[in-house]
């Protein structure tokens, strides 16, 4: 539902969310296709078809998604999955190259406010990050997600097995 029917969310004079739209998707494959940028429970992959499979799934009537531009320029994603839905799961990257800048943690902050104004419906907001990701799981605690369980060793990821730390928000 988040497309060019809704408005930016402009967050500071240099770093806006943009409704996903069709003019973002070759950066934002750029993006994640670099394996420093993306994991895989966002499709990190070099494969367009599978890829688009992905952001046809993001242009739901299901979905909401922001692309995260800084400078006008294309640097991330954030998607809300399940949005009609009591409990919505969050997804998000970042281009590695503003990664450790708190640009991920104001988008999140913001798209956290503007989702629940669109789907007052929304009780919870779940999230999942590997386990060794400590910047993931560090900007999902500053954006108040507090951790409901690790899971071990749940999924692989370069040929490893990973744990996934399991985080709820509620408004």
């Not at 006008?72 to 450790?100: K, M, W, Y």
């Not at 799981?137 to 490893?160: A, D, H, S």
Request: proline letters at 5%; charged letters at 25%; glycine letters at 2%.
């Amino acid at each position: 539902m988040c497309r060019a029917d809704r408005s930016p969310i402009v967050i500071s004079p240099t770093l806006s969310l943009e409704p996903l739209c069709p003019d973002h998707l070759a950066a934002l494959f750029e993006i994640s296709k670099d394996k420093d940028s993306i994991e895989d429970f966002q499709k990190a992959s070099s494969n367009y078809a599978y890829f688009m499979e992905w952001i046809e799934s993001a242009l739901s009537d299901d979905e909401c998604a922001w692309t995260i531009m800084v400078r006008n320029a294309v640097c991330g994603l954030v998607t809300f999955e399940h949005i009609h839905e009591p409990e919505s799961e969050i997804g998000f990257f970042l281009d590695r190259r503003q990664q450790r800048t708190g640009i991920m943690t104001a988008a999140i902050r913001a798209s956290l406010v503007a989702i629940k104004r669109e789907f007052p419906h929304l009780k919870k907001v779940v999230a999942s990050a590997t386990a060794s990701n400590v910047a993931s799981n560090r900007v999902l605690e500053k954006c108040g997600f507090r951790l409901v369980q690790t899971v071990p060793k749940n999924w692989e990821w370069r040929g490893v097995m990973h744990d996934t730390n399991e985080y709820a928000w509620t408004p």
